[in-house]
């Protein structure tokens, strides 16, 4: 093939046709070739070589081919090469092998003996769905980036702050590890640190250290071969492996035996490691991030931690806010929660009450995000009226906030939350020069509560 016609064909649409027999496979490629950049496979092994050799937008396979069936190849081309659109073909009247091929992931299927206007066809319908699709996911991750980065809500300077910490490290190989109190967002840090590596394509694994004894976790991490140890009667492949190409979570970090702390050291150096039981070694082709809710130095100072691994998972350290840290996000996440279980519920809720809201917000939320998270779902499903008010609160947040508020050095003592609420509006609207938009900006409230409770007071028309 000359340059000029390589050139072309970067810009086309590639397919991979797969048929044994040659004249299908040949009939399809002249008839693709025109409008494509066609490539053909005489067998599963030689398509799946073909794609690592160069990944195709489109494979188009036979479901029947011998030495390795069309359907095992349709499960590893999903796995291994999850862009790649597959249309399967099957013989005429195959119903069930057409539905099994769908429920594997294929997009669609064609009847032999192929017709090429149906070919066409189908081929347009698939590719059009999926740059649509493509654009939907584009669009949801700048919405979702709107008010935080992959998912993780919050504007406040110690979140925005973070942000740009994960921005700069996840394109990185290197080791991160996140630590943090329970519930301040460790795992969701973790999934978005994968999500904009370049390994966002590859499996994202996690392991939870605490939930298993030693022995457990390292067989789960190493794998073992068959007979390493008694109950071991076949090969498994561990969670080292299993992330080959994407990112390791190791959670709860702090928890894990000495006797695992070396193993992991001397993954962490060399790069490498063996199945228990093993003696081939085997390349740790990952990038780890771990995570802990403990302060880890402090383990190491008490001899709980090696202090050489400490040094080598903290390379890099992200250190999660809590949400008494940052209140102004509480807000946000409020709203955010509230929109993502009313809709999961069926529920049309507006919003919440100023008087709620200013509860939930005076709230210290020793639990963090998740306590607020599971508070928020409680009141969608339990409230009955399209706002939430106070009684529906739960009554412990209610009177913790309470007792925040009494503690509040800023609030005057005996003042009632209610007060305290029309107290704090009432100075944002004067520090606003009677604004209410930029009032209720600065409170991280609607402009509609701020009218509704002027008008309620009696204030403003
Ligand atoms: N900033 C955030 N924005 C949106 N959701 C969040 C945020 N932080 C946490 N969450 C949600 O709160 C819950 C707890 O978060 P996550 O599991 O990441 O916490 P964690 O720090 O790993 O806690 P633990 O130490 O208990 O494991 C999850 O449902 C997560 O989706
Ligand atoms: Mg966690």
Request: charged share 30%; net charge neutral; aromatic share 4%.
């Amino acid at each position: 093939m000359d340059r000029d016609q390589a050139v072309q064909d970067a810009k086309k649409t590639s397919i991979l046709v797969v048929d044994d027999e040659r004249n299908t496979r040949e009939g399809l490629g002249r008839a693709l070739r025109p409008q494509y950049d066609v490539r053909l496979a005489e067998s599963a092994d030689a398509a799946l070589e073909e794609l690592s050799r160069r990944p195709a937008d489109v494979m188009l396979s036979d479901v029947r081919m011998p030495g390795g069936d069309g359907l095992s190849l349709l499960k590893r081309v999903r796995e291994k090469f999850p862009k790649t659109l597959c249309i399967m073909l099957t013989a005429y009247g195959s119903v069930e092998t057409a539905v099994e091929a769908m429920k594997l992931g294929a997009r669609d299927f064609l009847t032999k003996p192929v017709n090429l206007d149906q070919l066409d066809l189908v081929l347009e319908r698939t590719l059009q769905a999926s740059a649509l699709e493509s654009e939907n996911i584009e669009l949801r991750r700048r919405l979702d980036d709107k008010w935080g980065l992959r998912g993780i809500v919050g504007t406040s300077p110690a979140m925005e702050k973070l942000f740009d910490e994960i921005r700069q490290v996840a394109p990185t190989r290197a080791t991160v590890l996140v630590e943090g109190a329970s519930g301040t967002g460790k795992e969701l840090v973790a999934h978005a640190l994968h999500q904009l590596s370049p390994r966002a394509d590859g499996p994202f694994v996690a392991v939870h250290c605490a939930a298993l004894p030693a022995t457990l976790l390292e067989s789960e991490l190493f794998g073992h071969e068959k007979g390493a140890f008694t109950g071991a009667d076949s090969l498994r492949k561990g969670r080292f492996e299993l992330a080959r190409g994407g990112t390791l979570f190791l959670d709860e970090i702090g928890e894990i035996d000495a006797s695992v702390q070396v193993k992991l050291l001397r993954v962490l150096e060399t790069r490498t490691f063996e199945r228990l039981g093993g003696g081939e070694t085997l390349e740790a082709d990952i990038r780890i991030v771990a995570a802990t809710n403990r302060d880890l130095k402090a383990r190491v100072a008490e001899g709980k931690f090696r202090e050489d691994l400490y040094y080598r998972l903290a390379v890099v350290t992200l250190r999660m806010p809590t949400l008494a840290e940052r209140p102004e996000d509480i807000p946000l996440l409020c709203d955010h929660f509230l929109r993502k279980f009313a809709e999961e519920n069926g529920r049309k809720i507006h919003g919440f009450e100023p008087a709620a809201a200013a509860i939930l917000r005076a709230y210290p939320w020793p639990g963090n995000v998740r306590e607020l998270r599971n508070a928020v779902e409680r009141m969608v499903v339990l409230s009955r009226g399209d706002w939430l008010t106070t009684t529906d609160v739960p009554e412990s947040i209610r009177d913790g906030a309470q007792s925040a508020a009494r503690d509040d050095p800023a609030s005057n003592p005996g003042e009632s939350l209610a007060d305290a609420e029309k107290r704090k509006i009432l100075a944002a609207l004067k520090a606003a020069g009677g604004n209410r938009s930029r009032a209720a900006e600065a409170l991280g409230i609607s402009r509609r509560t701020i009218h509704r409770k002027l008008a309620a007071w009696g204030i403003g028309q």
